[in-house]
T-cell receptor, first 114, second 111 residues
Framework: EAQVTQNPRYLITVTGKKLTVTCSQN?????MSWYRQDPGLGLRQIYY???????DKGDVPEGYKVSRKEKRNFPLILESPSPNQTSLYFC?????????????FGPGTRLTVL | EDKVVQSPLSLVVHEGDTVTLNCSYE??????LLWYKQEKKAPTFLFML????IEKKSGRLSSILDKKELFSILNITATQTGDSAVYLC???????????FGIGTKLQVIP
């Protein structure tokens, strides 16, 4: 089944404790993105990746890191989480086709930073 | 700064009504406009629009783009309770999936 998977789905952690949220897709998509979704602010793009080893900042990259060492994986790293990073996080992927195909979203990771 | 604005923010209608959701945008580089439906989980794709004036249709849903006036509308006819969701509008501004989303319109359809 074609899908985007994220782990963990739920995470409660404490300020300053490094964490990684994994994202994997099995559709051989070139593009991958991370978003956070907050009430009243909608979905905001954190980072996106055009291909292996090629990433760029979205609208809210501060406090986050990403890497794209393999095509299928795009982990999101919070080196020192803070309470303002409490949010619902989505990973998404899409094919580099024409015309500008839609993104497929993962199920989301709900993160709480205490 | 790229901006996508949706209206109304919230809407309550009765089953069978027709609704129109609005999306306007101000972006530096327009590639495409996308509509998504989000129930209590991940967004799912509805439409992608790249050309003005060409209506996209899927069942009771349809959408059209006006690139001159910088807006799009999403129409839902004969609404059903299953249409209750948040509808998200997004603009691809970077060609590499650099995407800006609106806040969304929350639609509630009551029997």
């Amino acid at each position: 089944e074609a899908q985007v998977t994220q782990n963990p789905r739920y995470l409660i952690t404490v300020t300053g404790k490094k964490l990684t949220v994994t994202c994997s897709q099995n559709m051989n998509h070139e593009y991958m993105s991370w978003y956070r979704q907050d009430p009243g602010l909608g979905l905001r793009q954190i980072y996106y990746s055009m291909n292996v080893e090629v990433t760029d900042k979205g609208d809210v990259p501060e406090g986050y890191k990403v890497s794209r060492k393999e095509k299928r994986n795009f982990p999101l790293i919070l080196e020192s989480p803070s309470p303002n990073q409490t949010s619902l996080y989505f990973c998404a992927s899409s094919y580099r086709g024409q015309p500008y195909n839609e993104q497929f979203f993962g199920p989301g990771t709900r993160l709480t930073v205490l | 700064e790229d901006k996508v604005v949706q209206s109304p923010l919230s809407l309550v209608v009765h089953e069978g009504d027709t609704v129109t959701l609005n999306c306007s945008y101000e972006v530096t580089n327009f590639r495409s406009l996308l509509w998504y439906k989000q129930e209590k989980k991940a967004p799912t794709f509805l439409f992608m629009l790249t050309s003005s004036g060409i209506e996209k249709k899927s069942g009771r849903l349809s959408s059209i783009l006006d690139k001159k006036e910088l807006f799009s509308i999403l129409n839902i006819t004969a609404t059903q309770t299953g249409d209750s969701a948040v509808y998200l509008c997004a603009v691809d501004t970077g060609g590499y999936q650099k995407v800006t989303f609106g806040i969304g319109t929350k639609l509630q359809v009551i029997p």
